[in-house]
């Protein structure tokens, strides 16, 4: 190799100085999806009298007065009710970017550093 031909730098001369650099861009790309649907169901059922009417009827089954006594309850009530459902859909997007710029270099110059002995 010639004293003068040290890629990536320059190089005057291997006496006097000698410098070699190296430069890029370092880039970062996180990326994450989250999706998810939701769906709630709400019913709900109210009696509009508040209580249900109940009548009670007594009878024999057989002939009186020595038949079976039964007792017989009729009720009756008025309900109303209303059911509900919700579905909804639900996404989240999040990353990371980074970029940077990096240069990494070394430089001789003669007479700059103490001479190595073996």
Request: proline fraction near 4%; glycine fraction near 14%; hydrophobic fraction near 40%.
């Amino acid at each position: 190799m010639a004293d003068d031909a040290v890629r990536g730098g320059e190089c005057l001369s291997a006496d006097e100085r000698c410098m070699l650099e190296a430069a890029g861009k370092l880039g970062l790309d996180l990326r994450g999806d989250l999706d998810a649907l939701a769906t709630a169901t709400a019913e709900r059922e109210v009696s509009l009298l508040g209580q249900p009417l109940r009548k009670y009827v007594w009878g024999y089954i057989g002939v009186f007065p020595k038949g079976l006594p039964v007792k017989i309850e009729i009720s009756a009530d008025l309900l109303a009710g209303a059911s509900g459902n919700f579905t909804g859909p639900a996404s989240l997007t999040t990353g990371v970017t980074g970029n940077s710029f990096m240069r990494c270099g070394a430089e001789y110059t003669a007479g700059a550093s103490q001479p190595w002995s073996a």
